[in-house]
T-cell receptor, first 114, second 113 residues
Framework: NAGVTQTPKFRILKIGQSMTLQCTQDMNHNYMYWYRQDPGMGLKLIYYSVGAGITDKGEVPNGYNVSRSTTEDFPLRLELAAPSQTSVYFC?????????????FGPGTRLTVT | AQSVTQLDSQVPVFEEAPVELRCNYSSSVSVYLFWYVQYPNQGLQLLLKYLSGSTLVKGINGFEAEFNKSQTSFHLRKPSVHISDTAEYFCAVINQAGTALIFGKGTTLSVSS
């Protein structure tokens, strides 16, 4: 059981470039999430999904897009990268209410935009 | 609307001393509360959670938290800390729709010898 895996671990982007952060979970969780973590700011929810084909915006969705074509995968797309998107990105998954709302986190992707 | 306030951004303590990390919440619906720990360069790991029942919740690594409805608090405690407890700790509350967690800004616990 790998849990939640994220790739890449680190990435440096130039302003205006685009990239996709990959997230996969092998726990058959319906719920999946993308957060960004900035120093002293806690975790902010970017997007979440309650099942394949269903996604919704979180607190800070601007500049990002997501898709959920399968239960296992929840990629996060950055279009036209900006310095403000320099952050650590965490993917998480959960059973929702049936699992006591516990979220399982991946190891994170550290992104720098210069 | 749901929100969480962690009252201390940094808590320095000596090894084997007791520690309390403070968390206040605001919620207009059912209160489900969580504490997560993040060790350096790692993802978050659940320490404990309160969904219902006993207001004293025991978690992993000797941590416990007490849900206090009248004071809208969910403080995390450990009677004797170790160097290995050095980490960032996050308090969280379930959002109104029950679909996602809202996190506090975190408390950095630094344990020294």
């Amino acid at each position: 059981n790998a849990g939640v895996t994220q790739t890449p671990k680190f990435r440096i982007l130039k302003i205006g470039q685009s990239m996709t952060l990959q997230c996969t979970q092998d726990m058959n969780h319906n719920y999946m999430y993308w957060y960004r973590q900035d120093p002293g700011m806690g975790l902010k929810l970017i997007y979440y999904s309650v099942g394949a084909g269903i996604t919704d915006k979180g607190e800070v969705p601007n500049g990002y897009n997501v898709s959920r074509s399968t239960t296992e995968d929840f990629p996060l797309r950055l279009e036209l990268a900006a310095p403000s998107q320099t952050s650590v990105y965490f993917c998480a998954s959960s059973y929702g209410a049936s699992g006591g709302y516990e979220q399982y986190f991946g190891p994170g992707t550290r992104l720098t935009v210069t | 609307a749901q929100s969480v306030t962690q009252l201390d951004s940094q808590v320095p303590v000596f090894e084997e001393a007791p520690v309390e990390l403070r968390c206040n919440y605001s919620s207009s619906v059912s209160v489900y509360l969580f504490w997560y720990v993040q060790y350096p360069n790692q993802g978050l790991q659940l320490l404990l959670k309160y969904l219902s029942g006993s207001t004293l919740v025991k978690g992993i690594n000797g941590f416990e938290a007490e849900f206090n409805k009248s004071q809208t608090s969910f403080h995390l405690r450990k009677p004797s800390v170790h160097i290995s407890d050095t980490a960032e700790y996050f308090c969280a509350v379930i959002n109104q729709a029950g679909t996602a967690l809202i996190f506090g800004k975190g408390t950095t616990l630094s344990v020294s010898s």
